[in-house]
């Protein structure tokens, strides 16, 4: 069974960065295609990058494109999402998940396996 465990949240001002980590285990990690959403109080959860898994296939929602870099070390079974230049309407709960189908979509549904989430709220 595929676990996913995301860290790195918390605290930053308006224009700070930080690296989000997804850590996998329960199967052999180069054989799942990967990504982030986020979910904002009284949102609905949204897609925010994904990355292939060889990791040389990127895609990130516009509103996050140029700031964030989502990367993966697949000797390391990690996923990673740089985010810069963050402002307060990047706050949200940002989740990792992982699919086995050769489709790397944009939906929720596209997905099969889910972390718990890691806060990051940004202030201003």
């Known amino acids: 069974q595929v676990q996913l465990v995301e860290s790195g949240g918390g605290l930053v001002q308006a224009g700070g960065s930080l690296t989000l980590s997804c850590a996998f285990s329960?199967?052999?990690?180069?054989?799942?295609?990967m990504a982030w959403f986020r979910q904002a109080p009284g949102k609905e959860r949204e897609f925010v990058a994904r990355?292939?898994?060889?990791?040389?296939?990127?895609d990130y929602a516009d509103s996050v494109k140029g700031r964030f870099t989502i990367s993966r070390d697949n000797a390391k079974n990690t996923m990673y999402l740089r985010a810069n230049n963050l402002n307060p309407e990047d706050t949200a709960v940002y989740y990792c998940?992982?699919?086995?189908?050769?489709?790397?979509?944009?939906?929720?549904?596209?997905?099969?396996?889910w972390g718990q989430g890691t806060q990051v709220t940004v202030s201003s």
């Open positions: 998940a992982a699919t086995s189908s050769w489709t790397l979509g944009k939906s929720r549904s596209d997905y099969n396996y």
């Open positions: 990355i292939g898994w060889l990791g040389g296939s990127t």
């Open positions: 329960g199967r052999t990690f180069g054989n799942y295609g």
